[in-house]
Nanobody, 123 residues
Framework: QVQLVESGGGLVQAGGSLRLSCTVS????????MGWFRQYPGKEREFVAA????????FYADSVKGRFTISRDNAKNTLYLQMNSLKPEDTAVYYC????????????????WGQGTQVTVSS
């Protein structure tokens, strides 16, 4: 059984920064592709960023490119999302996910999900 636990969410002013973490337990972390998604109330979960097992294979949604950075520490079984220059429209529940997606921006390829962490950006 694979478990993902997010942390690091909170309230921040516009222009500020937060770093989300996602700790994975249960199986070999390094073989998975990992992703971050976010969900607004009443909306579908949307892709934010992803990283493949080989360092350097990173992908971002256009809305966060240049502001967010995804990274992973395989030795610590932990995924990160560094979020800078935050905007009120980044306010959402953020989820980490693990799996073997053919298309990293699609929710369908991810088998395991965390419980989510709330990020709120005030204007």
């Amino acid at each position: 059984q694979v478990q993902l636990v997010e942390s690091g969410g909170g309230l921040v002013q516009a222009g500020g920064s937060l770093r989300l973490s996602c700790t994975v337990s249960g199986r070999t972390f390094s073989s998975y592709a990992m992703g971050w998604f976010r969900q607004y109330p009443g909306k579908e979960r949307e892709f934010v960023a992803a990283i493949r097992w080989n360092v350097g294979g990173t992908f971002y949604a256009d809305s966060v490119k240049g502001r967010f950075t995804i990274s992973r520490d395989n030795a610590k079984n932990t995924l990160y999302l560094q979020m800078n220059s935050l905007k009120p429209e980044d306010t959402a529940v953020y989820y980490c996910a693990a799996g073997f997606p053919t298309v990293v921006s699609s929710r369908r390829g991810y088998d395991y999900w965390g419980q989510g962490t709330q990020v709120t950006v005030s204007s």
